[in-house]
């Protein structure tokens, strides 16, 4: 039998109680679809740090590469924050995108009917907002080399922001490809009045534009595309943009449809395998509590069902079942308008396992 | 008599036209308090690039040098668009930031009363929110070095992203300085988990605020914050960043408050000089049709009052003419709820000076 191989970070703060419920959700799915799951567990974040010594540690690397995909929760926490560099959640998770290859991390952001209400925007601007980020994550100002150095005008710091032809194709390609199976509109964001990156960006995907006929390009200046998404979010389709405007832009899409404890999120290479985590943090304010929301994990197995297994079927169970516990009533305490009818972590993933 | 100077560049698309108004208001001031101004036009931007062959004639900057303040409408269209750098607007504003040192860019997003309901947020979300965003302005990636080269993977863009400490901390005093006058919190945005300058940049913010011990300072990063932004806009009072996110956050800011073109921006230097410019752009599509709205350049007059000329009552008199002409309900096209009843740029300029 075809038995899919899935690496489950679980991580820090709720990481582990969103997990879980994930993978209730992963063995429901066998059972229903008699697809085989062989799940791997692995230390990453800052629990590796405390236990390993290091954020990622090289057995947590080979459990990823020998798996057809990653499941992760969350990273990251006030105790390893004053860490130095080396000794940071964040600096794994920097590693592990470039050991696996992920250049491409997709954002779906759109709005759960039922949940409407939950955003900072007025119902009517947001009708209809239906976008995905598809934010370059291998390169750019993050992996450009940084150093310190003396100066007249004391310590100076320096980043560097690079990007290659190659990447900017790649990454651009997929985007075209998404926008393809959409509505067919891509925004391509850069800063192009002003850096030599953003030009070269804005060159290359002009040329790759002319493989994708039938999708309508617009470019958009990173300032502009942090007003035009609170003007007019559901104009967009598909934006695609390098990683560091990619990071801003992503959180205030997801941020805007007010279903930011419900999003989830795609790292993808080359092939089928992917990483797929909630777009919500670790949350290490709530950790523990058994409160946690788990949709946004739950919903990010089902991405990887579509995206890497291509298990279409079981996908639209999960979000069936999900849309179907939300129109229901019941709601975890960050999207409860009603706090004291708020139901836990665990009731909520046994509701949706129950609904699929 | 105390005679001041005054650079005033129309600049681009519906730059003159807003401008015009704003002179109209300088010479009601003079009449009403007595002050004297003299003012001296210069090209600059896309009209510079005609007339001249450059975004930022020399006379222009002599003009500038010798003032002790500027008025700056707006520059730039789709005529130049696709121009090389040297003939770009941008350059010119890149250039004139450059050499005025004008490090500091300080711009304030509130709400109109009036116009609550012009924003795409909620008006309770919105309710109170009256932040600053100090913006760096002469650093960062913008004037770092930048080239390509030719590499296995194609051609490759780099843009560096430079900061020494002096320049943080001029930046940091001036937003401790800002905040000591207004509700005392500053937020200081960076990336300090991924990049080097964000880390010399909270380093720095850190032992500079021991000389504001009655400053609440909290470090954002740019993603939260862009995302904070919209969740409790109210919550910010001084927000202060380095160059390229400040360009996105301060866009961001003002678009949320739904009044972007009502709000003006001062960049400063080390001195009492400073250049003064609406934060809306030169909207080609609209210019030499006598409806653009005058207000966002009549209060950056206002704001030239306060920081240059120390002014404050002529300040508050325009301020509150403004206030008055809106409160009676006269809207320009970009305002008004019901277009059929909107007045020209013209009308509204008239109607702020009478009620000056
Ligand atoms: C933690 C940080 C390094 C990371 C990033 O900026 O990539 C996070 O903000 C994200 O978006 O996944
Ligand atoms: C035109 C551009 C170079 C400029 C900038 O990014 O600084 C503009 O967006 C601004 O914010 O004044």
Same mark, same amino acid.
Request: net charge negative; with cysteine; proline share 3%.
């Given at each position: 039998a075809d038995v899919k191989k899935i690496a489950v970070i679980?991580?820090?703060?709720?990481?582990?109680?969103?997990?879980?419920?994930?993978?209730?959700?992963?063995? @429901? =799915?066998?059972? *229903?679809f008699g697809y085989q799951f062989e799940t791997e567990h692995a230390l990453f974040g800052g629990i590796a740090i405390d236990e390993k010594g290091t954020p990622l540690p090289e057995e947590t690397l080979k459990v990823c590469q020998s798996a057809d995909a990653v499941l992760l929760g969350a990273v990251g926490g006030p105790k390893w924050d004053n860490n130095s560099k080396e000794l940071r959640p964040e600096t794994g998770l920097l590693g592990i995108r470039k050991a696996l290859g992920l250049f491409s991390n997709i954002r779906p952001a759109f709005i759960f009917d039922c949940l409407k209400e939950a955003s900072t925007l007025k119902p009517e601007v947001l009708e209809g907002?239906?976008? #995905?980020?598809?934010?370059?994550?291998?390169?750019? #100002?993050?992996?450009?080399?940084?150093?310190?150095?003396?100066?007249?005008?004391?310590?100076?710091?320096?980043?560097?922001?690079?990007?290659?032809?190659?990447e900017i194709e790649r990454i651009a390609r997929q985007a075209f490809? #998404?926008?393809?199976?959409? @509505?067919?509109? *891509?925004?391509?964001?850069?800063?192009?009045?002003?850096?030599?990156?953003?030009?070269?960006?804005? $060159? =290359?995907?002009? @040329?790759?534009?002319?493989?994708?006929?039938?999708?309508?390009?617009?470019h958009v200046l990173v300032d502009n595309c942090a007003m035009q998404l609170l003007r007019r979010p559901?104009?967009?389709?598909?934006?695609? =943009?390098?990683?560091?405007?990619?990071?801003?832009l992503s959180d205030e899409a997801a941020m805007l449809t007010g279903s930011i404890g419900m999003l989830a999120s795609a790292s993808l290479g $080359?092939?089928?395998?992917?990483?797929? $985590?909630?777009?919500?943090?670790? &949350?290490?304010?709530?950790?523990?509590?058994?409160?946690?929301?788990?949709?946004?994990?739950?919903?990010?197995?089902?991405l990887m069902f579509r995206l890497t297994f291509?298990?279409?079927?079981? &996908?639209d169970s999960i979000e069936r079942a999900v849309k179907e516990v939300l129109d229901a009533?019941? @709601?975890?305490?960050?999207?409860?308008?009603?706090?004291?009818?708020?139901?836990?972590?665990? &009731?909520?993933?046994? *509701?949706?396992?129950d609904a699929m």
């Open positions: 679980a991580g820090d703060g709720i990481g582990p109680e969103v997990v879980a419920e994930a993978e209730k959700v992963l063995k @429901r =799915t066998e059972e *229903l907002t239906d976008l #995905i980020v598809v934010r370059e994550l291998t390169g750019g #100002i993050y992996f450009g080399e940084k150093f310190r150095r003396e100066t007249a005008n004391g310590q100076e710091a320096v980043d560097t922001c690079a990007y290659n032809v190659t490809e #998404i926008a393809q199976t959409r @509505r067919k509109k *891509l925004a391509s964001v850069d800063k192009a009045n002003v850096l030599e990156t953003s030009r070269l960006w804005r $060159e =290359t995907v002009n @040329r790759i534009a002319a493989d994708y006929p039938d999708v309508e390009l617009e559901s104009s967009f389709d598909v934006i695609v =943009t390098e990683n560091m405007f990619g990071d801003i $080359e092939g089928a395998f992917g990483l797929y $985590e909630p777009v919500h943090g670790s &949350a290490p304010d709530i950790a523990g509590q058994g409160i946690s929301n788990p949709i946004a994990t739950i919903l990010s197995v089902a291509g298990y279409h079927e079981a &996908a009533g019941h @709601r975890t305490g960050d999207i409860a308008v009603d706090k004291s009818t708020a139901i836990g972590t665990l &009731a909520m993933g046994q *509701l949706i396992v």
